[in-house]
């Protein structure tokens, strides 16, 4: 079997159409999803393998993207080790009490290892029905699950992480290096359950100063992706425009770009630090519902800035918002397959000649 698209773009070698996926494409948009999920409680659906498995796949179906990327959510593992959050519509992850003695942390520390048999039989049924198209693995990093536990839930200033973090920094690591083995499992079972590659989501890190990140944060994201070296990994976070040469080297084989910076300017950045890498993104997701020229000319922008990478992976900026219009994305998908990056690549070549 030939090696996928999304897979040797990730690697940093040749590909004839760029390879393309959608954060969040499982699910939200879809009128089938909706369908499919019914009245079924959020992590219910996500510790269900067969339904698991039926959303993974319906936008492969209906897109034809480069990739499917498991259904699932960031506080799933949590849950499946013991940790007593909920997701409630129209709030999101709420916990039943916030992490922030030693206590707390040492209790969390000790919860037995989680019992992912549901996970890799989730990974084992959607990998028999996508024949030649990968599976992305999928996991929240461990600050983002650490803020979410301080906080109680989500937070616009995470004033408590940040106070953990600056006044008792030994225990935000403690924290951390909890949180990051559950993560780290979490990815592990995907992976050898069949799953091609992975990709790390940091929802908060944005939230940082670049120096507090790869202070207090990036070694515990290193030590989740030095645990599967063996797929490519995608190191992606919102608001992170200052943090990328960071992700990159923290164990991203391709760092993620959101919506707040260029493609052009984000391999920029990564060069002057040394940290070059293919890279994901970055359609603004809020593109898709504005009319089909406009999504055309910014996505064709996107598509050539990602000649000049060593890889890319087109995605959006971050996940498809619930009012898109399927059609739209379907579209999408065939203005990225359709375009033809040798005919560019010249071109490109030739602007930089003249």
């Known amino acids: 079997m030939s090696t996928p698209d999304l897979v040797r773009a990730a690697r940093g070698e040749p ?18 999803y909706k369908v499919a999920r019914g009245s079924t409680a959020m992590l219910q659906a996500c510790r269900t393998p067969e339904l698991v498995a039926e959303i993974t796949l319906q ?12 259904y699932s959510d ?48 989730a990974v084992r049924l959607t990998r028999a029905e996508l024949g030649e198209t990968p599976l992305l693995g999928f996991a929240g990093a461990p ?23 600056h006044a ?46 790869e202070r207090f944060v990036a070694p515990h994201s290193a030590r989740v992706l030095a645990k599967v070296t063996d797929v490519p990994r995608i190191h992606f976070g919102t608001g992170t425009q200052d943090l990328l040469p960071a992700l990159a080297a923290a164990g991203a084989d391709v760092v993620g770009v959101d919506a707040h910076l260029g493609l ?17 993104g970055n359609l603004d997701p809020a593109l898709l ?12 922008e996107v598509l050539r800035a990602g000649l000049a990478a060593p890889g890319h992976v087109f995605n959006l900026g971050h996940g498809v918002l619930p009012a898109t219009d399927p059609d739209q994305l379907a579209r999408l998908v065939d203005l990225v397959h359709g375009f033809d990056r040798t005919a560019e690549t010249q071109a490109l070549r030739e602007r930089r000649d003249a």
């Not at 799933?76 to 916030?98: F, S, Y």
């Open 74 to 121: 960031i506080v799933v593992p949590l849950h499946a080790a013991g940790v007593d959050v909920d997701i409630v519509p129209g709030t999101g992850p709420v916990m039943g009490a916030p992490v922030r003695t030693a206590a707390d942390v040492d209790a969390l520390a000790a919860l037995p290892p989680a019992d992912l048999g549901f996970l890799a039989e």
């Open 289 to 300: 519902l504005a009319p089909w020229p406009v999504v055309a000319d910014k996505a064709t």
């Open 15 to 32: 590909v004839e159409r760029t390879p393309v996926w959608f954060m969040r494409q499982a699910g939200r948009s879809l009128p089938e």
């Open 59 to 70: 936008p492969v179906r209906r897109y034809g993207v480069d990739a499917a990327v498991l």
């Open 168 to 213: 008792d920094p030994g225990l935000f690591a403690a924290l951390l290096e909890a949180v990051g083995d559950i993560t780290a499992r979490f990815l592990r079972v995907q992976v050898d359950a069949g799953a091609a590659a992975v990709q790390l989501f940091d929802s908060w890190a944005g939230a940082l100063s670049r120096r507090d990140y």
């Open 143 to 165: 600050f983002t699950l650490a803020s979410y536990l301080v906080e109680g839930g989500p937070s616009r200033d995470h004033a408590a992480t940040k106070s953990m973090m």
């Open 264 to 280: 052009d300017e984000a391999l920029a950045r990564l060069e002057a630090a040394g940290t070059p890498r293919p890279v994901q």
